[in-house]
């Protein structure tokens, strides 16, 4: 079983929809939540970082931690074509190792 | 101001080939890490650097070697290419207690 899970989709929606992404892990000493983004041929991107459980809010994009589920979400509101990209989770329990699910890929259709 | 600079872009090598990937840093970050990205795989840890003189093995260090002489610069060498190690390969930086990771464009490796 790996450490994070992460549909990999893909998820199309259209323009204006509401987006969820989603991962499990199984390593509850993680502390470090993180999404990033990564457009096709580019190198990820921070977009959300959480510390312990919680949620946090980012223009359109939210964060939630749930530590007792070992289960993170993105939520994106009013999606826009470009927010398609690949939406990568992270997590770690130091600032050393960091592990990453596999990524989902969502396109915005205008 | 640069960020995170990889080079090469794109590299072919024929199995048991030596190669190294540069990577070099403009940002006085103390961490720099490797990383490979396999599809449904994500990325994966290879070796990774707290600073100048000190490196450690991640999840998939096999095959691969590291050195860090300088703050700036960490390259990642293959000794003996294999198929297996196919696959594209980031370079990221940030600094002491942050987890924001600054990742350079990739490095695309075919090994035939």
């Known amino acids: 079983q790996k450490e994070v899970e992460q549909d990999p989709g893909p998820l199309s929606v259209p323009e204006g929809a509401i987006v969820s992404l989603n991962c499990t892990y199984s390593n509850s000493a993680f502390q470090y939540f993180m999404w990033y983004r990564q457009y096709s041929r580019k190198g990820p991107e921070l977009l959300m970082y959480?510390?312990?459980?919680g949620n946090k809010e980012d223009g359109r994009f939210t964060a939630q931690v749930d530590k007792s589920s070992k289960y993170i979400s993105l939520f994106i509101r009013d999606s826009q074509p470009s927010d398609s990209a690949t939406y990568l989770c992270a997590m770690s329990y130091n600032n050393n190792d960091m592990r990453f699910g596999a990524g989902t890929r969502l396109t915005v259709k205008p | 101001n640069a960020g995170v600079t990889q080079t090469p872009k794109f590299q072919v090598l024929k199995t048991g080939q030596s190669m190294t990937l540069q990577c070099a840093q403009d940002m006085n970050h103390e961490y720099m890490s490797w990383y490979r990205q396999d599809p449904g795989m994500g990325l994966r840890l290879i070796h990774y650097?707290?600073?100048?003189?000190?490196?450690d093995q991640g999840e998939v260090p096999n095959g691969y070697n590291v050195s860090r002489s300088t703050t700036e610069d960490f390259p990642l060498r293959l000794l003996s290419a294999a198929p297996s190690q196919t696959s594209v390969y980031f370079c990221a930086s940030t600094g002491a207690r942050s987890q924001k990771l600054f990742f350079g464009s990739g490095t695309q490796l075919s090994v035939l």
């Open positions: 650097s707290v600073g100048a003189g000190i490196t």
């Open positions: 959480t510390y312990s459980s």
